[in-house]
C-alpha cells in the first residue's frame, strides 16, 4: 500500500513576518483543499523574537533590549511564550484535524506530529525520547507558566535529551487544521534570551536564567561533532517522513500563491496593530 504524499517546503532564511504569513497561508490553503498536508523548515532573517498569541508586549517584552540586539519582533497565530529564533531550524506541520488516526486531543496530537522531530534527534545520534511530568508540581508548573520566557517550564511530551528540553513547540487549530510549529535549537544564547523579557526583580531574572540553563540545551552542546543546518534539514526531513509513515514531495510556491502570502504578511504580521495589541 503507498504511502500518503505530503507537500515538503524548505523556505530557507526568510523575514519573521514572511515566516508568519506563510504558515498562515499553508493553513487556508490546506483548509480550502487546495494543498495536501505540508512539512516546513524554515531559519530567520534577522534573528529575531517571536511572542505568543496571547501575550502582552508592554507587561513581558524588554524591547529595549530587542531594539539592542537589531532583532526582528513578530506575533505568531499559536500559543506559547517568547522564543529567540537564532542558532535553529524552524519546522512547521499543516494538518487536518480529521486526518487519519489524528487524535482529537492537543496533547495527544502534538506527541503524534512530534514523533518526526524525535526520530530527527535520533538520527543525529541524540538519546532523545519524550519527558511526561511525573509529579503533581511538575503538573501544576504547566498549568502555571513561571515567566514569558519559553524553555523555561516543562510541557507534556517535551522531548528531551540527557534531561533537558531540545525542541519548542506550539499549536493552533483554525478551520478544523492544525498547525504546529517549533524551534531544533543548534546554539542558544542564554543570556541574550533573557534579557528580552521583564521580570519583577533582579533576583527573578537571575532565577529564570538558571532555570534555562538547567532545563533546555541546545543540540550542539552536546554532540561530538557540532551538527550543520544541512544536517540537521536532512536528519529531520527524514524523521517526519518516517514517524508520519508519509512520502515527503518537494513544493514551490506559485507567483500567485506568493502574492497571497505577502497580502497577508501587509495585512497582520507587518502590521503594528496585530504585534503590539494587548
Known sequence: MSKPIWYFINSGACRPSFNMALDEALLDW????????????????????????????????????????????????????????????????????????????????????????????????????????DTEEKKSDLKNPKSAVCFDTPSWYELVVEGKKVAGSAQTRQKGVILQHGAILLDLDEDKLVSLFNYRSEEMKARVLRGISEKAVAINRILKTPATIEECIEAFKSGFAEGLNVNLEPYSLTNDQLEYVKALETRRYANDDWTYRK
Open 30 to 133: 490546506h483548509s480550502e483543499g487546495l494543498l495536501p498536508p505540508v512539512i516546513r523548515f524554515y531559519r530567520w532573517n534577522p534573528a529575531t523574537l517571536s511572542i505568543g498569541y496571547f501575550q502582552n508586549v508592554a507587561k513581558e517584552i524588554n524591547m529595549e533590549e530587542v531594539k539592542k540586539h537589531n532583532l526582528g519582533f513578530v506575533r505568531r497565530p499559536t500559543g506559547g511564550r517568547g522564543v529567540l529564533h537564532e542558532h535553529e531550524l524552524t519546522y512547521s506541520v499543516i494538518v487536518s484535524e480529521d486526518y487519519p488516526n489524528m487524535p482529537r486531543t492537543v496533547t495527544e496530537a502534538y506527541r503524534v506530529l512530534s514523533e518526526g522531530l524525535l526520530i530527527g534527534f535520533q538520527k543525529l545520534g541524540l538519546d532523545a525520547y519524550f519527558s511526561v511530568p
